[in-house]
């Protein structure tokens, strides 16, 4: 690995579960989830140089939330740290958006890592975290670099190793705003709190999950389809749903079922963050 320049991936999340136990007077909801990394990734190209600009370029490239969440993350470390150099990022995405997959959150803490690396800032994975809080409440997560159960407003964890299963994720030609649904008069706000000690997969839920399947009916016809091979769930707040996958014959199966305009990927579970290991190299 040069020292001006590296390739990291950013991995996509999925929420285990997701309960929602309340907001507080700040607009802010206290919650309980359980974050995996699955194998679905990002990839970015970084370059650094003498002058202080950050060019960005993205493959495909009508992606403008992205741009800005990877420009500003760059930007955000520079100012903070006083660093006089610049970077050229070229970022391949793969994880759609609007999906509860992390994409955006992701990039953005891929970049944070990597060009505290390359730029020799010295920032430490709490100073790194702090950062990312400025541009996104799941950015924390992925600097942290672990499965994690999450509390709080989402952003206090304790490391988790839940079983890296087969997932088939499936996304609805269909994108949600996770503003929109958290907003929303109809969420569930009233979940009672679990004991993460003796957690079991199936005693927890998404709340968000019976509002978004009333008022996206694409979601609704996923789920419904996907149910009749064994219990799909939302993740975060959508548009994505996930399947545990025990028996592998099954994914032929899907493919050729799947509803039409449904994107389908068989991923993996991961509880450590593939950027990490890149880092590592």
Known sequence: MSNHSLTIRAPAKINLFLHILGQKPNGYHALQTLFQFISLHDSLDLQTHLDKEIYFHCKPCSIPLTDQLV???????QTTTHCNRGATIHLSKNIPIEAGLGGGSSDAASTLLALNHL???GLTQVELQSLGAQLGADV????QGHSAFASGIG???QTAAPQESWYVIAKPACGISTHAIFTHPDLIRNGKAIDIDHYAYTQTRNDCEPLVRKLYPLVEHVCHWLSAYGT???TGTGACVFLPLSDLTIWPKLQANKPSDCQLWLCTGLNQSPAW???QK
Do not use: G, S
């Open 71 to 77: 420009v500003k993350a760059a930007k955000l470390l």
């Open 140 to 143: 924390p997560f992925f600097i």
């Open 277 to 279: 290991l890149d880092l």
């Open 232 to 234: 799909p769930r939302l």
């Open 119 to 121: 730029w020799n800032c």
């Open 155 to 157: 952003t206090t964890f």
